[in-house]
Each structure stands twice: as C-alpha cells, then as structure tokens.
C-alpha cells in the first residue's frame, strides 16, 4: 500500500482545530453519518452561534461538507480531505458519540429529512 505524505502545514492546522473539545465532539458525531446543527445544540448543550462558529471553522477548513435538505443544514465528514488519515485515527482514540445521538432519537429530538 502506498503510503501519502500530508504537508506539514495541513497536518498541524488540522491537529489544532481538532485540540478543542467541542470541534472534537462534533468531529465525532459526524464520523458515521450526518448532523444538524439544532442536533449538536442538543447534543453539545451549547447556543446555536456557539455551535455555528465550530462549524465555520471545521468547514473553511475542508474537514466537513455541508448539504441542504430543505430547511436544514446537514454537516458530514469530509473523507477526501488531504489529512483524513490523521482525522480518522483521532477519531478512532475517542469515545464513541453513537450513544449521544441515539438518546436524542429515544427523546424525538434527532431530525429525520427525506
């Protein structure tokens, strides 16, 4: 397997954003699906512009993708970012964030878009 050379840069920006708990948190929510931001609102317990300002930055840096859905914006991990490796073997020490967004679908919280 061949193995890719992350710049030094985009590895070190990448480390930084995910140094904050609440990006890190986010970061994990979105590793197997996608999230609204009203999801980690409830989720995270912190303001919609709180939320919204990780956000930006996770997005200006390619980490995550955005999708419309209607009326709502859905984040997803972004799996063709250069520095995804580092991305997914961070995610990979963290505790799983499944059970956070399966308490907010027992509680009617989790939205549903088709």
Same mark, same amino acid.
């Given at each position: 397997m061949e193995?890719?050379?992350?710049?030094?840069?985009?590895a070190a920006q990448t480390l930084k954003l995910l140094g904050d708990k609440t990006r890190l948190t986010i970061m994990g929510l979105v590793k197997d699906g996608?999230?609204? *931001?009203? $999801?980690?609102?409830e989720v995270l317990q912190m303001s919609q512009p709180s939320i919204s300002q990780h956000?930006?930055?996770?997005?200006?840096?390619?980490? *995550?993708? $955005?999708?419309?859905k209607g009326q709502w914006i859905f984040y997803s991990l972004n799996t063709s970012h250069p520095t995804y490796p580092i991305i997914q073997q961070v995610l990979e020490q963290i505790p799983d964030q499944k059970e956070k967004l399966r308490a907010l679908e027992e509680a009617g919280l989790r939205i549903q878009c088709d």
């Open positions: 193995k890719t050379m992350i710049e030094l840069e985009n996608e999230c609204c *931001v009203c $999801e980690f609102v956000l930006r930055k996770l997005r200006d840096a390619g980490l *995550v993708k $955005e999708q419309r």
